[in-house]
């Protein structure tokens, strides 16, 4: 798709929006942060990474619609208490989306998985996404102001994957989705998620993930892109465009969810 320009960006302008997008130090969350730049909206990323945050930063299309960058893990209480802390001081933020989350390891499957690793999943997937949405819907009520939350969950939030840490945090926050949105709306809040496929990137390693059989296996029959995701998130975050929608899951996934992908093979 060819944009003309910005004033007649057929996928709507967020020049009205601060937004944050944790996980911003690569794949969906990079691909996020790139697109909203080229939307207008002013930026506040934050990823565990600060080199991987600062490769996003320096590769932003507007390098000024970058208005505060953050390190901290949000796989730990103190992390999401101080990005938290910092939000609350900050301009206000009135688009939220949650991409953070940990590299997944083949490995760690029902049996080997050690209860570090499950409590950083969870805890970054659930728990923060949850307090930060929770913590942002205050203050916008409080405000009287509008805004729209994207969770970046999996299409493994309903098909086992043999991650049962990655699963069970991605069937969380689809639940977690519903209970906010349910509760917000009626502040003119809005809260949807974005159900990947196979996107190369941050936490999916393709080359490891039989990538031949994922290809067969999705309809459109190539992988996505962090950009095929960001375009659905920037639309879910525009009121002009998707203002009756909350409390959905959209698939963005070229069609895998019609297609058995998971084998015997891939749970042994």
Sequence with gaps: ???????????????????????????????????????????????????????????????DSIHTSIVEDLSTEEGTSNLIKLLDSEEIVTGFVHSASPKRIDSDDIFSVNTDTWDAMMNTNARSGFMIARALGQKLTTLKRQGSFVFVTSLHATTPRNLPHYSASKAAQVMIVKELARALGRHGIRVNAVAPGAIPGGGFDAETSGIDRLIECTSMKRLGTPEDVARIIGVLLNDELTGYVTGATIPVDGGMALHNWITPTNLE
């Design 1 to 63: 798709m060819t944009l003309t320009s910005d004033h007649h960006n057929p996928l709507g302008d967020l020049s009205n929006q601060t937004v944050l997008i944790t996980g911003a130090g690569n794949g969906i969350g990079r691909g996020a942060a790139h697109h909203l730049a080229t939307l207008n909206a002013r930026l506040v990323l934050t990823d565990n990474s600060s080199d991987a945050l600062s490769e996003t930063i320096n590769s932003l299309p507007k390098p």
